[in-house]
Each structure stands twice: as C-alpha cells, then as structure tokens.
C-alpha cells in the first residue's frame, strides 16, 4: 500500500517582505498549509477562510496533488507539523509547533522533540511505500539556512552560478535569492552558528535555521526507512533539505526525490548536483501544463513550481499510466470547486 503523507506547518520567516508568494498578507498566508491540508484531503476547503489562489489564477500545488489522489485513489494522511491555524483535515500530532522567524536566536525549539516523535510514527507506519510531502510558506529560504547549517549551502548552486553562497528554487518567478541568503546569514548569526558547524547535526540545523514542517519530514522518513519503508521525498527544494538532514543523521542507504519539470527547469539551481552530491535518485514529472486555463499557464510563468508533493503525485500518476491529459482535466475540477467557495478570501498559494 502506498500512502501519501503531508506534513503542514508555519514558520513567521514566511512574513519577510519579499521572501514568499504566500507573504503578501500575512494574516492571510498563514491558513495557507491549513487550506491545502483541506484541498489535499477533501478536493476543496472546508474551515479555512482562505482559498489558496493568487491573484493571477495560480492555485496551489495541492490542487494537482488532489487531482492525483482522486484518480489513484490514494490514501492521505495530513501531519500537523506546526499550523498556526486550524484545519478541517484530520491530522496526526507529532508535537512540532510554529516555527519563528529564522532570525531569532532558537527559532524553532519543538524541532528535536518533533523530529523524534515523527521518527516513531515513521516507523509504526504499516505501508509498503510513503510519499512524503510538505506545505510550509517561506519553506525554501529556511531550507537554505538548514544546508547552510549543516556546511551543504552550495549544494544546488549551478556550476560557475553562485560561487558557493548557497541556492534554493522559489515559489515566486523571481527568486529573490540574495534576501534569502542575507536572511540566513543573520540567523546564524543569532544562534551564534557559522556555516557548517552543525555538520552531523540536523536536529541542531532544524532548531536554529529550518522550519517544523522540515523536521517533521525528516523524522518521519528516519523512521520509515529504518524498518525498510520505501520512502520518497516529494517536492522541490525543501525535500532535498530533508534528504541532506538523513545523510547527516548517518543514513547511507539509497533516497528518492520526485518533484516538477517546474523546479527541474529552475535556472536559480541545479537538481542534478545536489543528485550528485547527496546521493539523490530524482524523478521528475511534467504535467504538460498548457496556457488556456488559469490554473496551469500561472506555473508555465513560473509561479508555485512545487509543494504539497505535486512532483511526487505526478510521478505515481505517471507510474500509473494515467494520462496527464487526464490529471490536467482534474486538475481543471479541482480549480472550479475551489473558485466556488466564493465567501472567502482568495489568497496566493
């Protein structure tokens, strides 16, 4: 049986100005992980006062993934990897709470605690095979400061890209790189880290410069693996964090990342790379995304690339030889019965 797990969290780095699509308003953009753990598990929102499409007609990624849980019939579980808001999905509890911003001095305190619960649950689990997703706004720029931390910065730097300052992708099309890495070295500046000083440390790194939601991942696949779980990291850059949390913890058995044509094309990085230098086997999925509907020319443009494990769902699509033209026209249904809860507020994903 494979079951596709999502773990929801916040972190107030996602309140930066400029850091984040979803921190345009941030008394909106945090029910955003709340909303897609709703769309994730019922194809629409339920409690959330928000519905996560940006102004342009992007929605987020958890439409594709719903679109994909329909037709496979998937079983969903939502972990509550820190909200800040409540969800109409049922979650399992691990702990994790709210995450700070990542430029104060102990951002994310329930990290260890969180990591080790989520590592229980990872290894109770009674699936043959886990995808493990995540929703997090301001996820990537904390994923920096968690391979910075842990002397993994350069990771995803294109060759001859970055000279070593370090590289994630963005849900924005614009990736405001230099504030995130400003935004880093100020963090371990607070926790009075230097880049690498929690090499063999993740739960060190995930304290000090990461977000819960990353912990949680972390945690979970630990434990999954540990009892022969196959298990695959579905998303973007936050998930190649979590892949590098698992080889500092001392994994060195094989890891699986499956994300979107979207974060493969980024040119802000360079996937292959940190395949290589990780130890990463990488699927990557393109849903053909065509430019006559909202909800899919947004990402075309750049927008959202990944999260909720859209990668990840496409990839089991694909493996199932549904044919994308068919996940795109769920995707289509997803987008119509979201867009019909017109009585709340419309938010970027």
């Known amino acids: 049986m494979t079951r596709f797990v999502l773990c929801a969290g916040t972190t107030r780095t996602a309140e930066i100005d400029g850091i984040s699509a979803a921190g345009a308003d941030p008394d909106l953009m945090v029910h955003t992980p709340s909303a897609d753990s709703e769309v994730l598990t019922y194809g629409r929102v339920v409690r959330s006062p928000v519905v996560p499409v940006s102004p342009t007609g992007c929605p987020t990624p958890a439409v594709i993934a719903r679109a994909v849980v329909e037709r496979l019939g998937l079983d969903t579980t939502v972990v509550d990897a820190g909200l800040a808001e409540p969800t109409g999905a049922p979650t399992v509890t691990v702990g994790a709470h709210p995450g700070g911003d990542i430029r104060e001095h102990d951002p994310v305190p329930s990290a260890p605690g969180a990591f080790a619960a989520a590592r229980q649950f990872g290894r109770q689990l009674p699936d043959d095979e886990l995808f493990l997703a995540e929703t997090v706004p301001g996820g990537t720029t904390t994923a920096l400061g968690v391979l910075t931390a842990l002397g993994e910065a350069d990771v995803l730097d294109p060759v001859g890209g970055h000279d070593g300052e370090g590289a994630v992708s963005s849900s924005l099309p614009e990736n405001p790189l230099e504030l995130k890495r400003e935004v880093v070295a100020e963090a371990l500046g607070s926790s009075a880290l230097s880049p690498g000083e929690a090499a063999g440390e993740p739960t060190v790194a995930l304290r000090r410069?990461?977000?819960?939601?990353?912990?949680?991942?972390?945690?979970?696949?630990?434990?999954?693996?540990?009892?022969?779980?196959?298990?695959?990291?579905?998303?973007?850059?936050?998930?190649?964090a979590a892949a590098a949390c698992l080889r500092h913890g001392g994994y060195e058995g094989s890891l699986s990342l499956a994300t979107t044509s979207f974060v493969a094309d980024d040119p802000s990085i360079d996937l292959d790379r940190a395949a290589s230098a990780i130890g990463l086997s990488v699927t990557v999925t393109d849903p053909g995304f065509t430019d006559d509907h909202p909800a899919m020319a947004a990402y075309n443009a750049g927008e959202a690339k990944e999260g909720v494990g859209m990668g990840g769902a496409l990839a089991l699509a694909e493996r199932a030889s549904v044919p994308m033209a068919e996940i795109r026209e769920g995707v289509r249904e997803v987008y119509t019965r979201l867009l019909a809860d017109a009585d709340r507020e419309v938010l970027a994903p």
């Not at 972390?218 to 190649?240: K, N, P, S």
């Open 209 to 240: 410069a990461g977000d819960p939601a990353l912990a949680v991942v972390a945690g979970i696949a630990a434990g999954a693996l540990e009892t022969d779980t196959a298990v695959t990291l579905a998303g973007g850059t936050q998930l190649v």
